[in-house]
Each structure stands twice: as C-alpha cells, then as structure tokens.
C-alpha cells in the first residue's frame, strides 16, 4: 500500500490562482490622484495651511487669522476627516510594488510603519490642532497661538518619520532586480530626504529661508514633493500595466 504524495502548490496549474483582469489594482490607483486633488483643495483653499502662514507673527495677529477663517478651516479639516483613509491606499499600493521588487518584504513593511507613524504629527496633529482653535475662538490669544505653533511645526517640521520612508523606498529600489521602478526614482527619492533635513530648522527660526513658511524649509521642499508625486504617480500606472496577471506576490 503506497500513500498519495501530497501535490506541489508551486506545479499547481497557474490558471488556477491567475486573476481576470487588474480592476482592483487600476481602481486603487485612480484613488491617487482624486485623494490628492483633495489634500491640495483642503490645505490650500480652505484651511490655509499651504502656504503656511508667518512664523513670526504676535498672539493677537495669530487669533484675528483664527476668526478670519473659522468656517473655512472647519469645512476643510472636516473634509479631510472623511477622505484622510485615501492616504492608506496610495501608501499601500507603493508597499505592494515594493512586494514585488527582488528585496525583502521587511522594506514594504518598513515603508508602511514609517507612514503610520508620520500621519499623526505630518497631518493630522495640524488638523486638531487648528479645528480646537477655532471649537472655541473667544480663547486667550495666548492659548491660539500655541495651537497656531504646534498645527504649523509639527505639518512642515515632521521630519524622521518620512525621511525613513524615503530612505526604504530607494534603498529597495536601487537593490531591486526586478526593475519594478527605475533607478532614477530612487534619487529622486533621496531628493526628498534632502528637503526633510532641510526643514529642521523650523523649530528654532521664525523668519527668513529656514522659518515654517522659508523659501528653502517650505518652497523648495514642496516644489520636489510635487515632482517626486507625480513621478510616483506615473510609474505606479506603469507597473501596474506591466504585471503579468497571475503573479505570485511575496507574504
């Protein structure tokens, strides 16, 4: 009496595992650029925020800037509230690529970690901080102003968070064999570490290229974010259009 081998999932007929289509990958992606063409009208538009307001400005200039745009502020930052999770998909689907490079899992893991622990002081601390100084406007001017401080330092001053992402990303692409993403992408990457050191004077200066608001620590950085998105944003349609259906991705 012979006992049956037990079968080899890796000779399993392909087709088995082999998806239709991409439709859940295509439609993650087109959520990039619409959470995107959100964050720009929230931050921009409504709760003024980008670009950020004067580093040096007094408690009763601070508070009048409050009263000035108290609806504004609460209509964008609640918005921001409902389309925030858009974020996770676009920084996801990056993770997911990165699955697919020739490095270790550990990077798209790393990348993710990084990110969940930037949202809180790169977004969303500016977001609370703002809404309570205008939850109640009639507070000291004092207090408006500390809100004022903390929204703004920790948005344009959140720094170690994000540089660690940058650093997994292009790490994983100048070791990957896979060629998932160019290698050009990775030192445009490193460019963005370059703007995070860049920025961390912010804590310590309040006027000049260096302050919350400087040509170099907000302009400059903003400039090369907006690059470095829109390269993201291209090379991920890429990748995702040159995926072979069926492709086995790393746990």
């Known amino acids: 009496m012979t006992v049956a081998a037990k079968p080899d999932l890796t000779e399993v007929d392909p087709d088995r595992y082999r998806p239709r289509n991409k439709t859940d990958l295509t439609v993650c992606w087109w959520i990039i650029p619409i959470f995107y063409n959100f964050f720009g009208l929230i931050f921009v538009l409504l709760a003024r925020v980008m670009p950020p307001q004067r580093a040096d400005r007094n408690p009763d200039q601070i508070a009048a800037f409050f009263h000035a745009h108290t609806v ?7 918005l921001l509230m409902v389309v925030i999770g858009g974020s996770g998909i676009a920084n996801g689907l990056v993770a997911f690529q990165m699955k697919r490079m ?31 100084a205008t939850f109640r406007p009639d507070r000291d001017p004092q207090i408006l102003a500390l809100l004022y401080d903390i929204g703004f330092l920790s948005f344009v001053g959140s720094l170690g968070c994000f540089t660690t992402q940058y650093l997994v990303l292009a790490l994983a692409i ?11 992408m990775a030192y445009v990457t ?39 998105e829109v390269c993201i944003i291209y090379l991920l349609k890429k990748a995702i259009e040159r995926q072979p259906l069926g492709e086995r991705i790393p746990d």
């Open 174 to 184: 100048l070791l990957d064999k896979n060629n998932i993403f160019p290698r050009w």
């Open 72 to 78: 504004t502020i609460q209509i964008g930052f609640c």
């Open 190 to 228: 490193i460019w963005q570490i370059v703007t995070e050191v860049l920025a961390a004077p912010v804590f310590v200066v309040k006027a000049g290229p260096f302050a919350w608001n400087g040509s170099i620590s907000f302009y400059q950085g903003t400039v090369i974010f907006v690059v470095y």
């Open 102 to 132: 020739s490095v270790s899992p550990v990077f798209a893991y790393a990348y993710i970690a990084a990110l969940a622990v930037g949202a809180l002081p790169g977004c969303l601390m500016a977001a609370f901080s703002f809404l309570t």
